[in-house]
C-alpha cells in the first residue's frame, strides 16, 4: 500500500461548521490530490497540489480551500460545511513526471466518510 | 454529458467466467488510461495502467485501449468471488495532466 494515511476516517458535523481533512504521505511525492466521490458521479477532483504552497483548482473546488505546508501533508477545509458537502474523500498522491521519467499514476488512501447534517 | 461513461451495472458472473468491463470517452486528449478495483469502505486501488493502443496483460487482467473507438476494456479471467468489487476507469490527459477524469464505476458481483 501507498503510504497514504487520511484522518478523520469518519465525522459527522452540522451544517455552517469549519472542517479540515489531513492527508499524510510517507512517500516523498511530490504531486497531491483531493477527490470527492458521490454515487453516479465517480470521483471528482476538488484542488491539487504540484509542491509545497502550490496549489491549483479542480473541477469541484467551490466551497473548498486547501494547503500544503510540507510535503507530506496536504489539508482540505470546508470553511462553512453544506449538506451537498456531505461525500467520501480521497486523498491521491504521484511522483513527479520529470523525476519519474512520465506521466505516473495515482495513487488513494482510503477515505474520510463526512456527513454534514 | 460526462466525458467518461461506464455502466454502474451490478455485473454478476459465476465463478471462473470472464468478467468484461468497459468504458467510452468522448475526447480525444485523453491518451493515459486506468482500470482501479475499489472494495467496499477502501479507497481505488490501480490494477492497470497503459498509454498504448492494444493490449496490455498481468496476470489474469487484461487492458485494452482503442483510440481509434474511445474505447478501453478490462478483462478478468478466471473470475474470483475475491474480484467482487467496484472498477473504476480512469483518464489521463496531456493538456491538464494529473487531473483524471474517472468512470462512475461498475459493481462486479462474482457468485461462488
Known amino acids: 500500500d501507498a503510504g497514504i494515511t487520511q484522518s478523520p476516517r469518519h465525522k459527522v458535523t452540522e451544517t455552517g461548521t469549519p472542517v479540515t481533512l489531513r492527508c499524510h504521505q510517507t512517500e516523498n511525492h511530490r504531486y497531491m490530490y483531493w477527490y470527492r466521490q458521490d454515487p453516479g458521479h465517480g470521483l471528482r477532483l476538488i484542488h491539487y497540489s504540484y509542491g509545497v504552497k502550490d496549489t491549483d483548482k479542480g473541477e469541484v473546488s467551490d466551497g473548498y480551500s486547501v494547503s500544503r505546508s510540507k510535503t507530506e501533508d496536504f489539508l482540505l477545509t470546508l470553511e462553512s460545511a453544506t449538506s451537498s458537502q456531505t461525500s467520501v474523500y480521497f486523498c491521491a498522491i504521484s511522483e513527479s513526471a520529470e523525476i519519474a521519467g512520465g506521466n505516473q499514476p495515482q495513487h488513494f488512501g482510503d477515505g474520510t466518510r463526512l456527513s454534514i447534517l | ?112
Open chain 2, 1 to 112: 454529458q460526462k466525458e467518461v461513461e461506464q455502466d454502474p451495472g451490478p455485473l454478476s458472473v459465476p465463478e471462473g467466467a470472464i468478467v468484461s468491463l468497459n468504458c467510452t470517452y468522448s475526447n480525444s486528449a485523453f491518451q493515459y488510461f486506468m482500470w482501479y478495483r475499489q472494495y467496499s469502505r477502501k479507497g481505488p486501488e490501480l490494477l492497470m495502467y497503459t498509454y498504448s493502443s492494444g493490449n496490455k496483460e498481468d496476470g489474469r487482467f487484461t487492458a485494452q485501449v482503442d483510440k481509434s473507438s474511445k474505447y478501453i476494456s478490462l478483462f478478468i479471467r478466471d473470475s474470483q468471488p475475491s474480484d467482487s468489487a467496484t472498477y473504476l476507469c480512469a483518464m489521463d490527459r496531456t493538456d491538464s495532466w494529473g487531473k483524471l477524469q474517472f468512470g462512475a464505476g461498475t459493481q462486479v458481483v462474482v457468485t461462488p
